[in-house]
């Protein structure tokens, strides 16, 4: 699966890179996202959603409700996402609603343990 993980960091408590090591770890390609970071554990880092590649399976987002909701938008008008998946503390009723606008059914679920991983 090709997954693309918004939010991503180099730090390793937090989710976006959890994210990361666990998609890693069950051998999936990973494309982390982070306007700020340059790799994310070895692996380069994406800084704009349009730069990723794709086409791509899944997309799960670790970033505060705020900024969210400004990038489905930019996860719609790609068209080459299956799955928008809004992990714990990423949703909010304004990124539910971003959401319909964009057309974007999201997945509200932790993506780490769908994978059968624990965070």
Known sequence: MR??????????????????????????????????EDS???IRCYH??????GPIDRATI???????????????SRGDIKEVWLNPGA???QVLAAAARAGIEPIQACSIVDIGERP
């Open 48 to 53: 704009a959603i349009a730069d990723v590649p």
């Open 91 to 93: 949703e909010s009723d």
């Open 62 to 76: 670790y970033v505060p409700p705020a900024i969210g909701e400004t990038l489905l938008p930019q996860l719609a």
């Open 40 to 42: 994310v554990e070895g």
């Open 3 to 36: 997954v693309m993980v918004i939010g991503a960091s180099n730090d390793r408590e937090k989710f976006g890179n959890k994210a990361v090591r666990a998609y890693l770890r069950q051998g999936h390609i990973v494309f982390p996202v982070n306007p700020t």
